[in-house]
RNA sequence: GUGGGUGUAGCUCAGUUGGUUAGAGCGCAGGAUUGUGGCUCCUGAGGCCGAGGGUUCGACCCCCUCUACUCACCCCA
């Protein structure tokens, strides 16, 4: 191109029509499901304080590491675009202390995460989230009724093949216990682990069981699983968990590979996994992290959250497209007069609701008619130099070809007659 | 950060061993006897063939560099 053109950044994309209605369906259903379990928005910043996410994500984390678009602002302040947006909820409800509007809090939201990692299928530099987070409910109750509200979503969307994995990563009375057996399981087999679960061992031993490398999968076969590590508290809540989702007919997996990225969780881990989206398979993904509201400043309050991948979710919905909210006539006139005759009738009855269009371009009734074809209306109101002198516009019925003719003056009024 | 693939019209793509005016479908615009849409037909607009350099009488085509996109590794939603 000889012009330069200024394009979006590199893995930032942008929703376009019909897309974009697309999205909102999908957003307005889950908007629908989230207010009816009782869940209320929040609209949060998009812009952080770094260290909110080095301290809740965990530092040495890759997401934290080197995924984080993180830059110094005009006074030197470190800021971090989210990279996701649990950190923040809790920021928030520390911050306006939410815990004292009531004892659960039932919070969700919509919007954009950013991460700076090579894009791919499924995965975008910005991308966006549906999730939501309970706060102040520390029963295995409340994990399976939000995944029994998930499977539901995905239902409702018509989506098959998401597949419940589970797994539980235990409290800080027992996972600590576990992490040090397992880092000597992994020391005494370091030879045959690849690079960065070597350095894994000592920083987050955890993640060399979910390493997709052969070699480390192959080593980590019989690694001892977290299962048999879980205190008491933690297995009753885990079977707890499995009994009710048991009950309640929502199939799934037990995976004791199942680890996640971020540290904050306990207890319960779990993603929702689709075949057909690539290597990037989770559509959904989260936990229990009771520790965390803490961690960051409030008091000791148990939660349980997830988020969805927006593009990840519309992947699996195919491309049936959604209906075109379109407007219901168009006003077709023939001639410079009957422009400048239609053009107040127009402007009123779009003050009262949007119902009709009006072309300026004086285009041939043909092309008129064309374009109102393509834009969907059912109506065409036509208006030339012989329906001024007679005092009566033709109306057609684009769907039957019926026509009949309307006096001008009462033109708004029978419009509005015809609406459905 | 590391690999592979691909950049030709708004979109999806053809383009013969390098040869003169670069094509199709869709979309867009106009038309097919007076002022009537969808189907069909005709016509038209729209491309420095991603950028720069090199080889050659001659490059969309071959070579090099860069860049963008894309898939995968990695990581995760």
């Not at 330069?4 to 499901?33: A, C, H, M, Y």
């Not at 009782?38 to 965990?58: D, K, N, W």
């Not at 649990?86 to 659960?104: D, H, M, P």
């Not at 397992?182 to 682990?193: A, H, I, V």
Request: net charge neutral.
């Amino acid at each position: 191109m000889k012009k330069i053109q200024i394009k979006t950044v590199k893995g930032f994309n942008e929703i376009l029509p019909p897309e974009s209605f697309r999205w909102r369906v999908v957003e307005d259903k889950f908007r629908n499901l989230l207010e009816g379990y009782g869940f209320a928005e929040l609209r949060l910043a998009l812009l952080e304080p770094t260290e909110l996410f080095a301290r809740s994500i965990g530092g040495e984390t890759d997401i934290v590491e080197k995924e984080m678009y993180t830059f110094l602002d005009r006074s030197d302040r470190s800021l971090t675009l989210r990279p996701e947006a649990t950190a923040s909820v809790v920021r928030a409800y520390n911050q306006y202390s939410l815990g004292k509007l009531s004892e659960i809090n039932k919070l969700y939201y919509v919007g954009p995460m950013f991460r700076y990692e090579r894009p791919q299928k499924g995965r975008y530099r910005q991308f966006h989230q549906l999730g939501a987070e309970v706060f102040g409910e520390g029963s295995f109750y409340q994990d399976a009724e939000t995944l029994v509200m998930l499977a539901q979503f995905f239902h409702t969307l018509s989506i098959k093949g998401a597949a419940l994995h589970l797994n539980s990563l235990g409290c800080e009375a027992c996972r600590p216990a576990y992490r040090d057996h397992l880092k000597d399981y992994l020391y005494d087999r370091q030879e045959s682990l690849c690079e960065d679960c070597r350095r894994r061992i000592s920083e987050n031993p955890l993640r060399a069981l979910d390493c997709k490398n052969p070699q480390c999968r192959e080593a980590v076969t019989d690694a001892p699983p977290i299962s048999g590590a879980l205190c008491d508290g933690c297995r009753q809540h885990f079977s707890g968990l499995c009994g009710l989702l048991d009950d309640t007919g929502l199939d799934y997996q037990v995976n004791p590979r199942l680890v996640r990225g971020l540290d904050y969780y306990t207890r319960t881990t779990f993603e929702f996994l689709a075949g057909d989206l690539g290597a990037q398979n989770a559509v959904a993904a989260g936990g229990r992290y009771d520790r965390l509201v803490e961690e960051l400043g409030g008091k000791a309050t148990p939660a349980f959250g997830f988020a969805i991948g927006f593009e990840r979710l519309m992947m699996l919905i195919g491309s049936e497209v959604a209906p075109l909210s379109s407007p219901f006539a168009a006003l077709v006139p023939i001639g410079e007069e009957a422009l400048r005759y239609l053009f107040p009738i127009h402007v009123e009855l779009n003050r009262k609701a949007q119902v009709t269009t009006l072309g300026f371009q004086q285009k041939s009734l043909k092309s008129q008619l064309k374009k109102a074809d393509k834009d969907g209306v059912t109506y065409a109101l036509i208006v030339g130099p012989d329906e001024l002198n007679q005092g009566e516009a033709l109306c057609r019925n684009m769907r039957t070809k019926e026509q009949t003719r309307i006096p001008l003056s009462r033109l708004g009024e029978a419009l509005r007659e015809l609406l459905p």
